[in-house]
């Protein structure tokens, strides 16, 4: 059985138990992080909890300990599972009041961790590529909180497994904005990556961030801004990014193949390139 981390405590996963009351539950109260974990080794984690108290801040948690204890929490969680690879979820939430939807006078936030061992070098969609669906994005204004408000995205997942695709992309003022739960880009035919520009419109993507600077080191050329469906329907290849999956290649968009249906040469280069980057600084 697994171990989990709840409010300063590691214990069994059927004792690992949070308030009714709990504004996480209650409200969607609260912000996460999803850590990747390859060789046992936690994947740019500094820039994790960096982002997370960056969204606790927005949201005005204060957190329960200092983010400075968090690693060691993490790794003394990922060796009690003897995680090798896999996710590390991480939550914090503004804790347990009755239930209220001002901040509570005396806010006990509560943090919880666990582990979910999975494959996320040598999946079979790094070779397939993937198909996703757009949709509309009615997620709210700040999206670049991480926080765990995820109907839309929840919505979005399902009805791309409704449609028997992988993944959904969400357009908006007719441009994407995000995937489902994975920053997307695309690959003009003269080789310019194109992912959208940073905001309150998306998710700061920690994986985004260390591909970008990838993809400069090699030379190539980046814009940031918004891309419409068409073109990205006409793109030479797509991708997206995200800490669990890393770098992935979108095949097909809307039914309409990209890249010929096969996963594009940039798109495989920034793969092996965040793979040796994050087998090196891996910690
Ligand atoms: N956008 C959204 C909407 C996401 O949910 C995620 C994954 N959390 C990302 C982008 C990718 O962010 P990261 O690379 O930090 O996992």
Sequence with gaps: MRTFYVSGAFVPEDQAQVSVLDRGFLFGDAVYEVSTVIGGKLVDNAAHLARLERSLSELRIAPPLPLSDIPALQKELIARNNLKEGVLYLQISRGSADRDFG???????????????????????VKTGISVISLEDWR??????????LLAPVLAKQAAKDAGVADAWMVEDGVVTDGSSNNAYIVTVDGTIVTRNLGNHILAGITRKAVLALAE?????????????DEAYAAAEAF??????FVLPVV?????????????????KLR??????????AD
């Design 240 to 245: 997206v990014t995200s800490a669990s999956t």
């Design 103 to 125: 901040f509570p006078a005396d806010p006990k936030p509560v943090l919880v961790m666990f582990t979910q061992a999975r494959p996320v070098l040598d999946v079979p969609a």
């Design 252 to 268: 097909e968009i809307d039914g309409k193949a990209v890249s010929q249906g096969v996963p594009g040469p940039i798109t495989q």
């Design 272 to 281: 092996q390139h965040y793979i040796a980057f994050a087998e090196a600084t």
């Design 140 to 149: 709210w204004k700040r999206r670049d909180i991480k926080s765990v408000n």
């Design 217 to 229: 080191e090699e030379g190539l050329t980046i814009e940031e801004r918004g891309f419409t469906l």
